[in-house]
């Protein structure tokens, strides 16, 4: 029945604007709103929805969104220099910037403004 669909994928925000400028200007995606929605343009994809829910939002306490690239190191640092804050979890090494090596490719999570989990994983 859906194997022809362009699905995607959508979270919730608890500030619209908020979400816009940490996607658009702190991580560089193309965004555009609709309907006061976000549609987050990621390439290969066909696109992400980003949603209002106010007071009624809860953050994800999952990862929500998973940025593949090349140098880990590079792209925490350049995040980091975009005033992005790497998260720490407690049982889980992680080395002074944030990366978890331990187990499968090197990791590092961070949140956006509503609280939902992000990460970028070396591929």
């Known amino acids: 029945m859906f194997g022809t669909t362009k699905a995607f994928s959508g979270f919730s925000v608890n500030d619209v604007a908020a979400a816009r400028s940490f996607y658009g200007g702190t991580l560089g ?3 555009s709103e609709e309907h006061g929605m976000l549609t ?7 696109g992400v929805l980003v949603y209002p829910k106010g007071d009624a939002h809860t953050p994800a306490s999952f990862t929500v ?13 350049e995040l980091a220099a975009r005033g992005v804050r790497f ?3 407690e049982g889980m090494p992680m080395d002074e910037k ?3 090596r ?3 490719p090197p990791i590092a999570w961070f949140r956006d403004p509503a609280g939902n989990v992000l990460s970028v994983i070396q591929i």
């Open 102 to 104: 331990a187990e499968g």
């Open 98 to 100: 944030g990366v978890f």
């Open 40 to 46: 987050l343009h990621i390439e290969g994809g066909n």
């Open 29 to 31: 995606l193309r965004v």
């Open 87 to 89: 998260e720490r979890y």
């Open 65 to 77: 969104l998973n940025f593949p690239v090349e140098d880990i190191d590079k792209a925490v640092e």
